[in-house]
């Protein structure tokens, strides 16, 4: 049994709560909070843009802690499940790599590329997983994605396009901060820039052009090229003052003998494919294929699947190698430094 302590119990840390009751041979045993009551279950108040809503929960048999730093201590525990703000998963990572624990920890690694080293240089000292969140290659349509990619049925690489806004999320009062979250850029789009970086490959070259707000991309559009090719990626992201649209995601594929395309957005309160996961050929040829229901909750259960394998039987990093992640932070810093010029 592989036994799991939370840090932090926000909407993330409930949906990895929730994610692993589903899984075998895991088990939460531990959580850390500072709040009083969502430390005793009372996490009526946790509201977020999927899932279930918070709840009353019954944590008997869960040993709480009001700090990361006492939770670390617990010998009996495996695996630090890290669900705090951005510029706390440094130093919680380090804690527990230095206390012998595996670390999980939720994207973006760190808020900076140095302290990403930093992390995962603790873990190779420590022979401990620094493991990390990017949870988007579980989602229905970016698996299958992949899955046609690395076939190597449809041939090469020719070029991508990705896309991922949101309204402005007014409701979180520090995701302007450039020293908590980092706005859309690192909060956001490092989604699109993990993916990219496993998929694609390591970009060269970005330029990048947008709006700002207070000191943070705002707005913009990425071009990374590669070295060695002509393939090219265009990416879009950021935050929108329209609260009738609060999220978009999409992406168009282009390999040697196939298109791959979808794009799904919030308009109001409902959630839909504006275009439906397609593969298209150059003989006219048109696939749509079944990826299930959509709910984001499986792809975090798929994840923290994957989380629980490593641990317990060693087996292959893919999306969740703090490598990869890193990466993700050096081209966010990439199109940053591209904006201020």
């Not at 493991?131 to 229905?140: D, Q, R, Y």
């Not at 050929?281 to 490593?310: C, Q, S, W, Y």
Request: glycine share 10%; aromatic share 8%; proline share 5%.
């Amino acid at each position: 049994m592989t036994r799991v302590g939370i840090a932090g119990i926000g909407f993330m840390g409930m949906v990895h709560y929730l994610s692993y009751q589903k899984i075998d041979d895991v088990e939460v045993v531990a959580l850390c909070e500072p709040d009083d009551k969502r430390r005793a279950g009372d996490w009526r108040d946790i509201k977020g843009n999927f899932g279930p809503p918070g709840e009353q929960m019954d944590l008997s048999g869960v040993t709480t802690y009001r700090t990361y730093e006492e939770m670390v201590a617990d010998e009996s525990l495996d695996i630090i499940d890290i669900t705090l703000p951005p510029a706390m998963h440094h130093d919680a990572a380090l804690a527990a790599l230095g206390a012998g624990k595996h670390a999980f920890t939720e994207k973006p690694l760190a808020m900076k590329q140095a302290d990403c080293q930093n992390m995962r240089a603790a873990a190779e000292a420590a022979g401990k997983h620094l493991l990390v969140g990017h949870v988007l290659p579980h989602f229905p349509e970016y698996a299958w994605a992949l899955r046609e990619i690395n076939s190597g049925k449809h041939g090469k690489l020719l070029a991508g396009s990705f896309n991922r806004t949101i309204s402005d999320p007014a409701w979180l009062p520090t995701f302007w901060s450039a020293e908590k979250i980092g706005g859309p850029l690192l909060d956001l789009h490092v989604h699109d820039a993990q993916f990219i970086r496993l998929a694609f490959g390591m970009p060269n070259e970005v330029i990048a052009r947008g709006r700002m707000r207070e000191g943070l991309a705002e707005h913009w559009h990425s071009l990374m090229q590669f070295e060695g090719n002509d393939m090219t990626v265009h990416a879009t992201s950021g935050a929108i003052p329209y609260a009738g649209r609060s999220f978009l995601h999409g992406f168009e594929i282009q390999l040697e003998k196939a298109l791959l395309t979808f794009e799904f957005s919030v308009i109001g309160d409902e959630g839909k494919y504006s275009r439906p996961p397609t593969l298209l050929t150059g003989d006219g040829k048109i696939e749509f294929p079944e990826l299930g229901d959509g709910d984001p909750m499986n792809a975090f259960e798929a994840e923290l699947r994957h989380v629980v394998e490593v641990v317990a039987n060693d087996a292959p990093l893919g999306a969740l190698d703090a490598q990869l992640a890193q990466d993700a932070i050096a081209i966010c810093e990439l199109e940053r430094e591209s904006l201020a010029s």
